[in-house]
């Protein structure tokens, strides 16, 4: 059973363009949400994260939304760049998670073309 | 530089040929975990600890070991490699259990034929 899912395996916008990357989640136990960015043949990277008392946290060019009644969260990149091609994944943790375990969705691979 | 180190990078080995997977932090950070990522999946989590002498399983545990003798390695450690453990393995490292923003390795590609 997937508990983060993103549904959208691949997503390419133009460069300039805002990129809209989802996450939807079944746990409503989830207290803290992240968003890794990875390049090929690179280790995941931490990119932005929320806590469930927010419902938005901004940094730069990146914000995290966060919607709990529909157990959803995005991230908007504005303006998307050409070096923002590479695999997000979202990631969700709870104070009950045995081990600090993050759940990871499936990734969504972002193409933005210049 | 605060990294996370594994090795070696790519590896391809046959099947019930034991095989280790270093793993090495130099931020001093007591928690550490492997993950395995395959297409369609995610991340899943294998094993984790969270201090020295303290490891336990994740999700997916079957077919692993791990030992924690010293803060900064958690080695991963296939005694019998079988073909369902191709995968891409990633160790990640944290400064407690309650830090969810861990710092994930390089990864290692793992071929068992």
């Known amino acids: 059973d997937q508990q983060v899912k993103q549904n959208s395996p691949s997503l390419s916008v133009q460069e300039g363009r805002i990129s809209i990357l989802n996450c939807d989640y079944t746990n409503s136990m989830f207290d803290y949400f992240l968003w890794y960015k990875k390049y090929p043949a690179e280790g995941p990277t931490f990119l932005i994260s929320?806590?469930?008392?927010?419902d938005k946290n901004e940094d730069g060019r990146f914000t995290v939304f966060l919607n709990k009644s529909a157990k959803h969260l995005s991230l908007h990149i504005v303006p998307s760049q050409p070096g923002d091609s590479a695999v997000y994944f979202c990631?969700?943790?709870?104070?009950?998670?045995?081990?600090?375990?993050?759940?990871f969705g499936q990734g969504t691979e972002l193409s933005v073309k210049p | 530089e605060a990294q996370v180190t594994q090795n070696p990078r790519y590896l391809i080995t046959v099947t019930g040929k034991k095989l280790t997977v270093t793993c090495s932090q130099n931020?001093?950070?007591?928690?550490m975990s492997w993950y395995r990522q395959d297409p369609g999946l995610g991340l899943r989590q294998i094993y984790y600890?969270?201090?020295?002498?303290?490891?336990d399983k994740g999700d997916v545990p079957e077919g692993y070991k791990v030992s924690r003798k010293e803060k900064r390695n958690f080695p991963l450690i296939l005694e019998s490699p079988s073909p369902n453990q191709t995968s891409l393995y990633f160790c990640?490292?944290?400064?407690?259990?309650?830090?969810?923003?861990?710092?994930f390795g390089p990864g290692t590609r793992l071929t068992v034929t």
């Open positions: 931020m001093n950070h007591e928690y």
């Open positions: 990640a490292s944290s400064l407690s259990v309650d830090s969810s923003e861990q710092y």
């Open positions: 600890s969270m201090n020295v002498e303290v490891t």
């Open positions: 990631a969700a943790s709870g104070f009950y998670n045995q081990g600090g375990k993050l759940i």
């Open positions: 929320i806590s469930s008392i927010k």
